[in-house]
T-cell receptor, first 116, second 113 residues
Framework: DAGVTQSPTHLIKTRGQQVTLRCSPKSGHDTVSWYQQALGQGPQFIFQYYEEEERQRGNFPDRFSGHQFPNYSSELNVNALLLGDSALYLCASSPIRLAGMGDTQYFGPGTRLTVL | SQQGEEDPQALSIQEGENATMNCSYK?????LQWYRQNSGRGLVHLILIRSNEREKHSGRLRVTLDTSKKSSSLLITASRAADTASYFCATDAIGGSNYKLTFGKGTLLTVNP
């Protein structure tokens, strides 16, 4: 049973460029969340996708956008890259549960983005 | 913004000793989870404790939750060098999405052989 996978592992871009990161959720999971983790910090919630729609968004500018495909995989797009976008980008998947139940989120290995 | 704050920021112990990490948070929660991260890689889920639970065990891990103090602790008993990692607590807030986790800055645990 494959866990959450992300690609690529590492990426180097220059300021102003655009980047697309990819995530495949764990088998049986239909919700995907994206997090940004700066060096020395905890992960920060970017947004979450369910049924191909963005359900909730954290405090990130519109330069950060996403997409979820019918097979539940997801992409994170970042436009007009800034030096401050350098971080580890983590994807997490979870199955839908009743409200209030809560559940474990399974994280992928992350994509390390460096903006020069 | 960070919801939780782990304490201490760094902890260094000898193999075989116990390690205790604390987490405080600000708003009322549904659940609190602890994750481990090795050298900037992906997070590994350790344990989830619900707001109506006070204590939970999993192998060498013991987690407590005090909702009146908005705090939690993670105890790792008989630590091993392989436990060296960063440990994060994560909460999901009442009234919010179950899947929007808010993390603290983490505790860096070093277990010396």
């Amino acid at each position: 049973d494959a866990g959450v996978t992300q690609s690529p592992t590492h990426l180097i871009k220059t300021r102003g460029q655009q980047v697309t990161l990819r995530c495949s959720p764990k088998s049986g999971h239909d919700t995907v969340s994206w997090y940004q983790q700066a060096l020395g910090q905890g992960p920060q919630f970017i947004f979450q996708y369910y049924e191909e729609e963005e359900r909730q968004r954290g405090n990130f500018p519109d330069r950060f956008s996403g997409h979820q495909f019918p097979n539940y995989s997801s992409e994170l797009n970042v436009n007009a890259l800034l030096l401050g976008d350098s971080a580890l980008y983590l994807c997490a998947s979870s199955p839908i549960r009743l409200a209030g139940m809560g559940d474990t989120q399974y994280f992928g290995p992350g994509t390390r983005l460096t903006v020069l | 913004s960070q919801q939780g704050e782990e304490d201490p920021q760094a902890l260094s112990i000898q193999e075989g000793e116990n390690a205790t990490m604390n987490c405080s948070y600000k708003t009322s929660i549904n659940n609190l989870q602890w994750y481990r991260q090795n050298s900037g890689r992906g997070l590994v889920h350790l344990i989830l404790i619900r707001s109506n639970e006070r204590e939970k065990h999993s192998g060498r891990l013991r987690v407590t939750l005090d909702t009146s103090k908005k705090s939690s602790s993670l105890l790792i008993t008989a630590s091993r060098a392989a436990d060296t990692a960063s440990y994060f607590c994560a909460t999901d807030a009442i009234g919010g999405s179950n899947y929007k986790l808010t993390f603290g800055k983490g505790t860096l645990l070093t277990v010396n052989p």
